[in-house]
């Protein structure tokens, strides 16, 4: 009797389309795809962190900054999908282009303040010689935007993808969006930096870019009848991006402390980039259709899930196992072609997947309360959910990892 009502459960937790969980099984597995690209290219980035030093504290920051702003507008198209109004158009006070210039004006803006915040931190805690507030600025205004704009160009398409082709856009959009992002976004800030250390120039553009920020967060926040929804995507957005940017900036230095741990064997190192960005990826998805269910009254925000919500946490576990199993051993495959030290695949696998469920019980909890709590504050989920979940789950992630590695018994 009870296999039978395993698979009962297998199948609500699908919904009545199974193509949909194979959509979000297929864009994580590109995502973590992209991740490992990822950890290769900060790896080939290496002299220019030393270099630049306190360059790090930024990247983490700036890299989830990229994922959290295109991931919301991933989930409210994806909302927009879902109710019918989606409608893809060059003007300016449509549904679709407000969305883009909110996306583009918090672009601007949370860059300028990743800047400032990634140099205090860097001082807080006691970097010596790290780069200046110029430096800072240049770097992570010029890298946003090179990255921002590649990024907006693929969640559009993957919109307009799904609609054409069918997809669930709440399953397709935050993985990709996210692996996108990061891909992107590390090149651009390596292309930033040759704008550093060249006299006058640097100091100038940090001031024309700085300025630029303000001006565009100023504009957003000032917008005139017709653009109601703009004003409000970048009012209830911003304060949660700030906090987020916070939170991956730890997240950072953290890693960065227990460094150590990961040295006796560098694939885990490899292992970082895509853990972390499936983490956020998982919790994305859940956040999304979450979000989805509450605009359209599926689901009510109660303190205690309702059967569809539990429905879609089995859901993320079931993606979770495969894809940390899976990460595991692209992620030693990939430092074995790299020469790189492994302690194996069984063990990477287990410390993956350990790490990665442990990970996803945050993940549901983060998604879920971080939903509801949205929603009943009569703020939208769509604009809170990524954001809330992806810099979360950075954080926790990272201390999953590092748990998974010491119950193992790996490292120094």
């Not at 002299?47 to 295109?70: D, K, Q, S, Y």
């Not at 409210?76 to 449509?94: A, E, K, M, P, W």
Request: aromatic content about 6%; cysteine-free.
């Amino acid at each position: 009797m009870r296999g039978p009502r395993i698979v009962g459960r297998l199948r609500a937790a699908l919904g009545p389309d199974a193509a949909s969980a194979w959509q979000g099984f297929a864009a994580l597995l590109v995502s973590s795809g992209g991740d490992l690209l990822a950890g290769l290219t900060l790896g080939a980035i290496t002299h220019t962190l030393e270099r630049l030093p306190g360059l790090l504290v930024l990247v983490p920051a700036a890299i989830g900054m990229r994922g959290n702003i295109f991931g919301a507008l991933g989930s409210r198209l994806g909302t927009s999908i879902h109710t019918g109004t989606f409608r893809l158009s060059r003007r300016v006070d449509t549904i679709v282009g407000q969305n883009v210039l909110a996306s583009l004006a918090l672009t601007v803006s949370v860059s300028l303040a990743l800047a400032v915040l990634a140099k205090a931190v860097a001082v807080g805690f006691g970097l010596q010689h790290t780069i200046s507030v110029a430096d800072f600025v240049v770097i992570s205004m010029v890298g946003g935007a090179l990255s921002s704009v590649v990024v907006l160009l693929i969640t559009l398409g993957v919109a307009a993808g799904s609609v054409r082709f069918g997809w669930d856009m709440d399953n397709v959009a935050a993985p990709l969006v996210t692996a996108a992002g990061d891909v992107v976004t590390l090149p651009s800030l390596f292309l930033a930096t040759f704008l550093v250390g060249l006299g006058w120039v640097t100091p100038a553009v940090a001031i024309v870019t700085g300025l630029a920020g303000l001006a565009a967060l100023v504009a957003a926040l000032r917008q005139g009848h017709g653009h109601d929804l703009l004003r409000r995507i970048v009012r209830e957005s911003l304060p949660v991006l700030v906090l987020a940017g916070t939170v991956d900036v730890v997240a950072g230095l953290t890693i960065e402390k227990r460094l150590q741990s990961f040295l006796a064997y560098p694939a885990l190192l490899v292992l970082i980039p895509p853990f972390l960005e499936d983490s956020g990826a998982l919790g994305g998805i859940l956040s999304s259709r979450l979000s989805s269910k509450l605009h359209l009254g599926v689901i009510e925000p109660d303190a205690v899930p309702q059967r569809r919500a539990r429905a879609d946490f089995l859901l993320t576990f079931l993606f979770a196992v495969p894809v940390f199993v899976l990460v595991a051993l692209s992620a030693d495959l990939a430092a074995a072609l790299s020469g790189l030290a492994s302690p194996g695949a069984f063990r990477m696998v287990v410390v993956s997947l350990l790490g990665g469920l442990v990970a996803t019980v945050f993940t549901v909890l983060v998604s879920y309360y971080g939903a509801i709590a949205t929603f009943r504050l009569g703020l939208d989920p769509d604009n809170h959910g990524i954001p809330m979940v992806t810099s979360s789950m950075d954080l926790l992630g990272a201390f999953a990892l590092v748990l998974a590695i010491v119950v193992v018994g790996i490292g120094a």
